[in-house]
T-cell receptor, first 114, second 115 residues
Framework: NAGVTQTPKFQVLKTGQSMTLQCAQDMNHNSMYWYRQDPGMGLRLIYY???????DKGEVPNGYNVSRLNKREFSLRLESAAPSQTSVYFCASSEKAGYPAEQYFGPGTRLTVT | AQKITQTQPGMFVQEKEAVTLDCTYDTSDQSYGLFWYKQPSSGEMIFLIY??????QNATEGRYSLNFQKARKSANLVISASQLGDSAMYFC????????????FGSGTRLQVQP
C-alpha cells in the first residue's frame, strides 16, 4: 500500500501561472482533504470531499478549485498563482467524514510562487 | 467553531526524560476527537495518538500518552523516555462531529531532545 501519494513534490511558479496538484489514495477511503501549511503555523483546510462526487470549501478556499475525479483521486488547482499561495500543501484521506476516523497524510508538495 | 491552542512554541528535554506538550481546545460540539501528529524535519505528518471525547480512559500508544482533562478542555501529550528521534514539530488537532469534520490544528510545538 502506497497510502496517500502527491505529485509533484516541489514546484516553482511565476505569478499568474496555473497548475494542478495531484493526490491519490489506495486505502478505499471515502473522504479526502487538502490543507496548506505556512511557516510557523498548523495546517489549514482548503477544500474537502466527504465522498465521491461532493466537494466543499474549507477555511481558506480563495484562489483554489478542486476536483474529486473518482474515489481515489482528489486534485487541487491554482488558476492564477499568487505569492501568498507559497506554502506546503498536504493531501489527506480518511475512511469517512465522521468522528473518529484518523486522517492519513501524503508527503506534501512544497510550492513557491515568485 | 473549533479552536486549538498550543502555547509552547519550543521545548527542550534531555534524552530519557519525560516531557509534556500542552494543548487546550474549544468547541461547541458534544462529541469530538483529539489527535496528536508529529512532523519531523522531513516534513511528513505522522499520526501519534487519538482520544475520543467520551473515552473514559486516557489514550496510550507506546511511549505516548494523552492526558485528557475534559472539564479543563485540555489534551496534553506526554512522551516518556525521550529519544533523539523525537525531535520534531508536534501538532494537536481536533475534529468535531458536525460541520465539515476536517481537522483543526494548533500552531505546533517544536521539541528538541538533547543528549
Amino acid at each position: 500500500n502506497a497510502g496517500v501519494t502527491q505529485t509533484p513534490k516541489f514546484q516553482v511558479l511565476k505569478t499568474g501561472q496555473s497548475m494542478t496538484l495531484q493526490c491519490a489514495q489506495d486505502m478505499n477511503h471515502n473522504s479526502m482533504y487538502w490543507y496548506r501549511q505556512d511557516p510557523g503555523m498548523g495546517l489549514r483546510l482548503i477544500y474537502y470531499s466527504a465522498s465521491e462526487g461532493t466537494t466543499d470549501k474549507g477555511e481558506v478556499p480563495n484562489g483554489y478549485n478542486v476536483s474529486r475525479l473518482n474515489k481515489r483521486e482528489f486534485s487541487l488547482r491554482l488558476e492564477s498563482a499568487a505569492p501568498s499561495q507559497t506554502s506546503v500543501y498536504f493531501c489527506a484521506s480518511s475512511e469517512k467524514a465522521g468522528y473518529p476516523a484518523e486522517q492519513y497524510f501524503g508527503p506534501g508538495t512544497r510550492l513557491t510562487v515568485t | 467553531a473549533q479552536k486549538i491552542t498550543q502555547t509552547q512554541p519550543g521545548m527542550f528535554v534531555q534524552e530519557k526524560e519525560a516531557v509534556t506538550l500542552d494543548c487546550t481546545y474549544d468547541t461547541s460540539d458534544q462529541s469530538y476527537g483529539l489527535f496528536w501528529y508529529k512532523q519531523p524535519s522531513s516534513g511528513e505528518m505522522i499520526f501519534l495518538i487519538y482520544q475520543g471525547s467520551y473515552d473514559e480512559q486516557n489514550a496510550t500508544e507506546g511511549r505516548y500518552s494523552l492526558n485528557f482533562q475534559k472539564a479543563r478542555k485540555s489534551a496534553n501529550l506526554v512522551i516518556s523516555a525521550s529519544q533523539l528521534g523525537d525531535s520534531a514539530m508536534y501538532f494537536c488537532a481536533m475534529r468535531g462531529n458536525t460541520g465539515r469534520r476536517a481537522l483543526t490544528f494548533g500552531s505546533g510545538t517544536r521539541l528538541q531532545v538533547q543528549p
